[in-house]
């Protein structure tokens, strides 16, 4: 006989089974029935609806209890009030383009993509848009370019990712540089709590912060428990927080330092739906340069790549992003960059040299005798014409060679193991 876990979920009886305890809801006709007498929206509890939203963007497989579509806020507390009457879980879904298995779960999936997906306001002169949860963020971006705006981040999935989604997870995206992180873009929120509660949330200065508590209820109930988990634990949150641009892990508890305004709706950012629902989001607007260039370089490996980043980023890129030259070897076999370049029309221009020292900048010593930021290279051109665009050139047939990398150490790579680096600068 094996001997007992020190977790008990693995020695549930029900383990042989294959289903855990919080998989097992016996309430989910009841709940079904609930749900249909008090959502104007749709309901799905049938088994093709609940396999689809099983899944999202990652490996994970969890089946849902059921699946509600709510047409408007009022849908979306009653189906709340529904869950917390017969103590059903639920689960916020977007675009479903989660990594990591953010939208599987047993519980119920509120899906907002389908009807509330409307941009309630654009204020180009002051620079922000309310927007619903489910609001494509290609769909936003569109509206906001008219002005000659954008809402900065901008994930790979920004064509079907949601609002919503974006400020669960924190997205960055590649123009993370121009203007942050979704967290660095929100201004305030409205929420929901299980419990039924619904608020609006934002910076709040200390003299409105006291107030709230004083006023009691659960809003200040909520604060004054935000707070004392502030005071408790702001001077290891000011010295150990990590401070990089793209920390998007964890709950952002730097906020609620006085500093940062006790900014509850940025506290919020990144926590998965874990504590609450979004109902609507307050996003602010940064200008768009309407006339851009793309650069691409090539690099032997992403060591030599990660050492020239402090050079390029000295010319001020909107955007920077570092890619495997595998992508580029894919799209070339499965012919999706045909029209690009020819297979006997350019070559790869050569790897930058590897730094032997580093400035006390950060920036490459070389760099200096080099001409203004090496982006500028440009495609060498073959035998029949040049190419505009070097990523899809053919690879050198040239065999592997000995490269060092950023250790010291030196490695032999294949000629396609080049790792470029993409940054999209003003011009």
Known sequence: MPAPSSFPILSNPRQSSGAHPHEDFSRGRELEAKLRSVVRGEVRFDRASRALYAVDASSYRQLPIGVVAPRDVADVEAAIGA???????VLSRGGGTSLAGQCCNVAVVLDFSKYMHGIVELDPERRFARVQPGVVLDAL?????????TFAPDPATHSRCTLGGMIGNNSCGVHALMGGKTVDN???????LYDGVRMTVGPTPEEELRSIIAAGGRRGEIYAGLRRIRDAWADLIRTRFPRIPRRVSGYNLDELLPENGFNVARALVGTEGTCVTVLEARCALKHSPQHRRLVLLGFADPFIAADHVPAVLEHGPIGLEGFDGLLVDYMRKKRLAAGSCSASSARIPPPMPTPKRMNSNGRPAECRSQPRCAAARKARPGA?????NPAWAPRSSSPACPMPGRDGRTRRFPPNAWAPICGSFIG
Not at 141 to 149: C, K, P, T, V
Not at 384 to 388: D, K, N
């Open 83 to 89: 869950c917390r009457e017969l103590e059903a879980p």
């Open 141 to 149: 971006r569109s509206a906001a370019e008219r002005h000659g705006l």
């Open 186 to 192: 929100i201004e305030s929120l409205e929420i929901l």
């Open 384 to 388: 029949s014409g040049g190419c505009a």
